[in-house]
């Protein structure tokens, strides 16, 4: 017989030994989840197996495991599948249904492009955004896969230590991290960026000079890296792209950048001091949620609005100053940080008090002219009475657009 089952590191395998081949196949002694890196070959009873196709069905999830599922009774339990593969260059199969109806499926990343594709491979992958292949085989994988065809895109390429996107239609490049797949779980244990990080505003690539315009979604994230100059070339900050980032103590955004995602320096427990550039219009949602340390944020003259929760819980935030280009701050800007006083300027035409909700240690608030808009709030957390601030011939109108309902909560003073 030279077929046998075997699990190695909770990967199923079937072992041909007379091709010295393992195929990944179903497991019923658990489901596959979270990140799956697949080795190009694996050991067994002294003899190794190159990991060369990835079986029909192996990680589905279709009606033969929905009988599983309903005969050992774990249908209360939510439904779990793969939300990151890495498939090793070693794999030259991946037959049908091998990722059927997997849910939670996010990114595949193609170490080398294999010879067959079944056409169903990864039908009702309904959260799937990215298939990386190794570049140059873009077109061919498009080829091979038009279901996914939209999906496709180039792997990235490690330049002195760092990873890019390269984009051969613009000449740019976006900093990546290791895995450059949008994953949930674990994903971030595959980091391993640390210390200072110097980004270049070109890199060279198979004789071409790519510029490098972005930093992408997580690039950074759940890193060790301690200080990071970024080039005027850098034009857009993806979503999360420093999350988490511990060792982070200041950061400087350049004037270049147009663009930062959400989240970008969520829970940087460390970080103290932030300057963003003066061509960032929008501070997106989250930005700066959980900085317990942050003690300086120069906003940028640009700044319009401030996101939902942007300064959240930033416990050492006692002040900051506005922009008089700043036009709307959401709902909890900055909910439950240590804010003490706040000035709002004259180019506001929307003032939502509930940006200031659960701000404790919150003592006045000066509003500039020329509002056209108050949402009011109940601030009844605060064990103090919160000035308010108003010009004198601004009272009676913006106490009837919302400020008598707040009476309860504020000293409404005239200057």
């Known amino acids: 017989m030279n077929r046998i089952e075997v699990e190695i590191e909770n990967i199923r395998y079937a072992l041909d030994s007379e091709t010295s081949t393992a195929t990944v196949i179903r497991s019923y002694e658990h489901i596959y989840k979270g990140i799956i890196i697949l080795p190009a070959s694996v050991a067994h009873e002294g003899k190794d197996y190159a990991v060369t196709c990835i079986g029909k069905d192996a990680m589905s999830f279709d009606d033969e495991y929905m009988d599983y599922i309903i005969e050992h009774d774990l249908m209360g339990q939510e439904i779990e599948s793969p939300e990151m593969v890495i498939i090793p260059a070693s794999v030259r199969r991946i037959e049908e249904k091998a990722f059927l109806r997997c849910i939670n499926l996010q990114g595949v990343t193609l170490l080398g492009m294999p010879e067959y594709v079944a056409e169903d491979s990864f039908d009702t992958c309904i959260d799937m955004q990215t298939i990386l292949v190794p570049r140059g085989m873009k077109q061919q994988a498009q080829q091979m896969m038009p279901h996914q065809s939209e999906l496709i895109t180039e792997c990235v390429a490690e330049i002195n230590g760092l990873y890019y996107h390269l984009h051969s239609d613009t000449m740019t490049a976006k900093v990546v991290d290791k895995y450059p797949v949008a994953a949930a779980g674990d994903w971030y244990k595959l980091q391993n960026y640390t210390g200072r990080i110097q980004l270049p505003s070109e890199v060279e690539y198979a004789g071409n000079s790519y510029r490098v315009r972005e930093i992408g979604r997580c690039a950074f994230a759940y890193s060790s890296i301690e200080h990071i100059d970024m080039p005027d070339s850098i034009e857009v900050v993806g979503d999360r792209a420093f999350d988490s980032c511990e060792k982070l103590t200041e950061i400087i955004f350049p004037d270049s950048i147009q663009t930062i995602g959400e989240a970008v320096l969520n829970e940087c ?147």
């Open 269 to 415: 427990d460390n970080l103290v001091s932030v300057r963003l550039s003066n061509n960032l219009k929008r501070l997106e949602k989250y930005s700066l949620y959980g900085c317990i340390n942050l003690r300086k944020v120069e906003l940028g003259n640009g700044l319009q609005y401030i996101g939902e929760e942007v300064f959240h819980s930033c416990d050492e935030l006692t002040e900051i100053e506005l922009p008089a280009s700043i036009e709307m701050m959401a709902e909890e800007a900055f909910s439950f940080s240590g804010l003490e006083v706040i000035t709002l300027p004259d180019g506001i035409r929307e003032v939502d008090m509930r940006a200031f909700a659960d701000c404790f240690c919150l003592e006045c608030i000066t509003l500039g002219k020329g509002v056209e808009r108050i949402i009011p709030s109940e601030l009844e957390y605060s064990d103090h009475m919160v000035r308010l601030l108003i010009p004198q011939e601004c009272v009676e109108d913006y106490c009837q657009k919302g400020l008598d309902s707040m009476r309860e909560y504020v000293e409404i003073e005239a200057i």
